[in-house]
């Protein structure tokens, strides 16, 4: 038996794919002013001429990134809200618990979203272009408690978004505190706190 042909666009997009791949670790690791479109080929195992064949530049390769990985964020975080069972505050503390956990089983990607938002923060011109999908995360959090508002769950005079981005923020200070200090955040410290923030703002069930 011979092995089967790929088909052109069935190769083309494992090409790509790869390349975001490779690209993901060596951003994580290099930074993005230290990376190169070198470093990036050599660890995908392409030439220079097949990164450039499907990225522009580096910062067209690091923006393709950035944009695939916030959409599996968002995708993660609706899917997961989704399934969970229990009460609001109970299904906010479950995400959170996958999220730290995500942290600590996938460092890399964690490395990588922080490096994102180093390079929106320092360079003007990319800023431009991040800012719309910097909001996603938050902005899929805030949806869904703006969900639980309509349905009279939660209280009507808390802001969505802003407490959308404490919580986004929050996990993103405890991650970096974990990297610095190992040991120093307990893996179940995330979600034990989003879930008595969530309790605070929740509406008391009453009996009938």
Do not use: C
Not at 43 to 72: C, I, M, P, R, W
Not at 87 to 99: G, H, N, Q
Not at 106 to 124: G, H, K, Q, T, Y
């Amino acid at each position: 038996m011979t092995a089967r042909r790929m088909p052109r666009a069935e190769r083309a997009a494992q090409t790509k794919a790869e390349l975001l791949a490779a690209a993901a670790r060596v951003f994580a690791r290099r930074g993005y002013a230290g990376a190169s479109i070198a470093d990036i080929a050599e660890e995908a195992g392409y030439s220079h001429g097949a990164v450039y064949s499907n990225f522009e530049s580096k910062q067209e390769l690091f923006f393709a990134l950035f944009d695939a990985s916030t959409d599996d964020r968002v995708e993660m975080i609706t899917a997961f809200f989704a399934q969970a069972s229990g009460t609001f505050a109970e299904r906010v503390k479950a995400l959170a618990d996958a999220s730290t956990r995500q942290v600590r089983d996938d460092p890399d990607r964690f490395l990588l979203n922080l490096e994102f938002s180093l390079v929106a923060a320092r360079d003007p011109a990319l800023r431009e272009r991040f800012i719309e999908r910097i909001a996603a995360i938050p902005r899929a959090i805030a949806g869904i408690i703006a969900d639980e508002q309509r349905a009279g769950r939660i209280d009507g005079s808390v802001d969505p978004m802003e407490l959308a981005l404490g919580i986004h923020a929050l996990g993103v200070g405890l991650g970096i505190d974990h990297w610095i200090v190992p040991g120093a955040v307990r893996p179940e410290f995330f979600g034990e706190l989003v879930g008595r923030i969530m309790s605070t703002v929740a509406v008391p069930e009453v009996d009938g």
